[in-house]
């Protein structure tokens, strides 16, 4: 059978176009313009639906996934420490100096550790103290919430003073001038270290914890979402937690970043003040209680393992 050279030329041009555009694919991939799927060095990383954080983008035109290595090392998280405690761990708190206060509820006992695990004091409680129920002042004193009672200690374990709620508190938080908030049903009552009460701030119905910022900006969590009140208590921020049922702790680093404890899904999630979700990890673990320290620690109260865990945020 013959060709047509009519044929044979429409053939010919043809070949020579697909031969150009291969080498010009060939250049654009050597210099880097786009990547498909996982580029070299990336074995280690996983994206958002895997829960391990890596930095996402598409690239215009092509639907193509484009993921960091450097960034993904970068969000990694890693545990740098981890000891035991004496009985189940309840709750747990950071003071300013990286301090960790671990209440052991069975044995009525608060007990202090160094940031990598070094035990310092402890002391007695006069009874079980409540979930969200203990915080570090900016002074560095211990404050627990046991019943309709919030009692403030030294870091010694000495009692220096003892008031009665106006209920029982679902969440305690320091503020960064050494004020106490409570936090009882649709109200967010401040008091001073003296037990004086300074004000009280209205919020909604269904609050189950609260945290607060290093400018005195108020985070009350409710079961699928957080809301950021101003000091005054003016709504300012909302945003939804995606994938929880309920949102077991809320707390606030010197940056004003904000992490989310789900433990039903042992995961926590850090945002910026306006609620943009930053980064989120899977913690292997099942956790009583969640604090973050002032430079980005995250302590974790294992209860199967009864013990203290500590995760890098940060390179």
Same mark, same amino acid.
């Given at each position: 059978m013959s060709i047509s050279g009519s044929l044979m030329k429409r053939l010919m041009k043809a070949t020579l176009a697909l031969l150009l555009v291969m080498m010009l694919w060939g250049c654009l991939a050597q210099q880097g313009? *786009?990547? =498909?799927?996982?580029? #070299?060095?990336?074995?280690? %990383?996983?994206?958002?639906?895997?829960?391990?954080? %890596?930095?996402v983008e598409e690239t215009a035109g092509q639907g193509a996934v484009v993921i960091s290595p450097l960034e993904a090392e970068s969000n990694r998280l890693n545990q740098v420490a981890e000891w035991p405690v004496d009985g189940v761990?309840? !709750?747990?708190?950071?003071?300013? !100096?990286?301090? $960790?206060?671990v209440n052991i509820n069975q044995n009525y006992k608060v007990v202090e550790y160094s940031s990598d695990g070094d035990k310092r004091a402890e002391f007695d409680v006069d009874g079980v103290i409540e979930t969200n129920g203990i915080v570090v002042g900016a002074d560095r004193d $211990?404050? =627990?919430? =046991?019943?309709?009672?919030?009692?403030?200690?030294?870091? /010694? &374990?000495?009692?220096?003073?003892?008031? /009665?709620?106006?209920?029982?508190?679902?969440?305690?938080?320091?503020?960064? &001038?050494?004020?106490?908030?409570?936090?009882?049903?649709?109200? $967010?009552?401040?008091? &001073?270290?003296?037990? #004086?009460?300074?004000?009280?701030?209205? $919020?909604?119905?269904?609050?189950?914890?609260?945290?607060? !910022?290093?400018?005195?900006?108020?985070?009350?969590?409710?079961? #699928?979402?957080v809301v950021r009140y101003s000091p005054n208590g003016e709504m300012q921020e909302e945003w939804m937690v995606e994938g929880a049922m309920s949102v077991d702790g809320i707390a606030v680093d010197r940056r004003g970043e904000v992490y989310v404890n789900i433990n039903q899904n042992y995961r926590v999630v850090r945002y910026t003040p306006a609620g943009e979700r930053v980064s #989120?990890?899977?913690?292997?673990?099942? *956790?009583?209680?969640v604090a973050i320290s002032s430079e980005g620690l995250i302590f974790a109260a294992d209860v199967d393992a009864g013990s203290i865990r500590a995760f890098q945020t940060r390179a």
């Open positions: 313009a *786009f990547s =498909i799927g996982k580029p #070299q060095g990336a074995a280690e %990383c996983i994206d958002l639906n895997h829960n391990n954080i %890596c930095d761990p309840s !709750g747990i708190a950071v003071g300013p !100096g990286g301090e $960790v206060y $211990v404050y =627990i919430n =046991i019943g309709d009672r919030l009692t403030r200690y030294s870091p /010694s &374990g000495e009692k220096l003073a003892e008031w /009665s709620l106006d209920g029982l508190p679902n969440g305690l938080a320091a503020g960064p &001038g050494g004020e106490m908030l409570v936090l009882v049903d649709n109200q $967010v009552a401040v008091y &001073g270290p003296e037990r #004086q009460r300074l004000k009280e701030l209205e $919020v909604e119905d269904g609050a189950g914890a609260i945290a607060s !910022g290093p400018d005195g900006s108020i985070y009350v969590a409710y079961p #699928q979402r #989120q990890w899977d913690l292997e673990g099942n *956790f009583s209680d």
